[in-house]
């Protein structure tokens, strides 16, 4: 009796061992004749989350940040960061210097979400927009993109709903993943890099 009851529990560990190990997919139930279908939804999905990391939508404000008026700033080679923006929005004109440090990049969600901001403006001195740095602003109606500018990151500009135009200057190398993606209203792009090149997944649509 206790010899069956040992290999009873055996068999239960191993069937419940090989549903925990069998593929997601193997066990969603689909429509016939869609599987194809709903296995590319999936895929998809799987590399939306990977590419933008939507669960990460607060700013990268740390123990070491330092707050200067209107941003809070980490220090990094030759200048610093900004991590975050807690001014009241409108047109911003985002200086070449705080604390008499140059400012290089804009951070991860720096601007997330920041439905009070207008318009934006970035200074020669900015070299990198980071991942979804204004993403989801949605009355944002008015961005100049700085000379030094080289990445745009991405979901950098995702949402930005009122934006009709752009200008992408010269110095710009890398536009990043969904950079434009959801900017409804955006019918004009200049890009004034001539070598410039990035495929339709730029201005795509994501959840």
Same mark, same amino acid.
């Given at each position: 009796?206790?010899?069956?009851?040992?290999?009873?529990?055996?068999?239960?560990?191993? *069937? #419940?061992?090989?549903?925990?190990?069998?593929?997601? #997919?193997? /066990?969603?139930?689909?429509?016939?004749?869609?599987?194809?279908? *709903?296995?590319?939804?999936?895929?998809?999905?799987?590399? =939306?989350?990977?590419?933008? =990391?939507?669960?990460? =939508?607060?700013?990268?404000?740390?123990?070491?940040?330092?707050? +200067?008026? $209107?941003?809070w700033y980490d220090d990094i080679a030759g200048g610093?960061?900004?991590?975050?923006? +807690?001014?009241?929005?409108?047109?911003? $004109?985002?200086?070449?210097?705080? $604390?008499?440090?140059?400012?290089?990049?804009?951070?991860?969600?720096?601007?997330?979400?920041?439905? #009070?901001?207008?318009?934006?403006?970035?200074?020669?001195?900015?070299?990198?927009?980071?991942?979804?740095?204004?993403?989801?602003?949605?009355? /944002?109606? #008015?961005?100049?993109?700085?000379?030094?500018?080289?990445?745009?990151?991405?979901?950098?500009?995702?949402?930005?709903?009122?934006?009709?135009? *752009?200008?992408?200057?010269?110095?710009?190398?890398?536009?990043g993943y969904a950079a434009f993606a959801n900017c409804n209203?955006?019918?004009? *792009?200049?890009? /004034?890099?001539?070598?410039?090149?990035? =495929?339709?997944?730029?201005?795509?649509?994501?959840?």
């Open positions: 009796m206790k010899r069956r009851f040992k290999l009873m529990i055996s068999g239960l560990i191993i *069937i #419940s061992v090989g549903i925990f190990l069998m593929p997601i #997919s193997a /066990l969603a139930e689909v429509p016939n004749g869609a599987a194809g279908t *709903i296995e590319s939804e999936q895929k998809m999905t799987l590399a =939306d989350g990977e590419m933008l =990391d939507p669960a990460g =939508d607060s700013p990268e404000i740390s123990i070491n940040s330092v707050h +200067s008026g $209107d941003y610093i960061k900004i991590v975050a923006y +807690s001014g009241s929005g409108g047109n911003v $004109d985002i200086p070449a210097t705080i $604390d008499g440090k140059s400012v290089l990049e804009i951070g991860t969600d720096a601007f997330y979400g920041k439905a #009070s901001l207008t318009g934006v403006n970035l200074p020669n001195s900015i070299r990198s927009l980071g991942m979804r740095s204004f993403y989801n602003c949605p009355n /944002l109606n #008015s961005v100049f993109l700085g000379n030094s500018l080289m990445t745009i990151g991405n979901g950098s500009f995702w949402g930005a709903q009122a934006l009709p135009s *752009i200008i992408v200057p010269s110095s710009v190398t890398n536009i209203a955006l019918t004009k *792009i200049t890009i /004034l890099n001539s070598a410039l090149v990035f =495929d339709g997944q730029v201005f795509g649509t994501i959840p």
